[in-house]
């Protein structure tokens, strides 16, 4: 019996470092490059699912976040944590608590503003930031499957300068024949934490 139980706490202790290994960060084994500016956003989402014609609140799926943007002259590397805190989650839409990431390439556009290319935890895709700094995102989502309701995520931001507002739309949603067929969407609101300037 004895020797049923330490194999037993030698198995979970194995599987507790090897879990403590793992993120969904990209790997690196150098220091952080120092970025020419970085940007943080604190705030709350309020999701809504479509149904019947009609977008539904889904209080459970709220959820708090917390961003950090590092902007490089080539590309940004955001980082994402979200955390959802209504006892009645089910857990559909993965872990109660999850960190996304994000690195966006830039290059110059036309109109003045930035074109993106982006690949992450959420999936790859493309996007364009306007001159006037609202942007729009769309990615074909990694974890299409199956079981997986939606196949496209199309995220929309606009920052409040003045009064150092966020507001972002999460869209999950699904593109068939041009047509497109409405999952869930969060809208997030947030306050934008500066770099000093130096």
Known sequence: M??????L???ALYLAACSSLQTPLPLTDQPPQSPLSSIVFAG???AARFDAGNWLPVPEHDYDFIVLERRFADRWEVVKEIHRR???????????????YFTVRTSPAVDGGLDLAVEG?????????GPGGGLVIELVTASRGWFVPFDRVRISQ??????GRLFESVELFSRLE??????MKMAEEGIVYRQPAP
């Open 44 to 46: 709350h989402a309020r």
């Open 121 to 129: 935890s959420l999936g790859v895709g493309t996007g364009h930031m």
């Open 158 to 163: 606009s920052r409040e300068e003045a009064s």
């Open 178 to 183: 041009g047509k497109e067929k409405a999952f």
């Open 86 to 100: 209504h006892p009645r989650y089910d857990g559909r839409a993965g872990p109660r608590d999850q960190t996304l």
């Open 2 to 7: 004895r020797r049923h139980f330490l194999l």
């Open 9 to 11: 706490v030698a198995i």
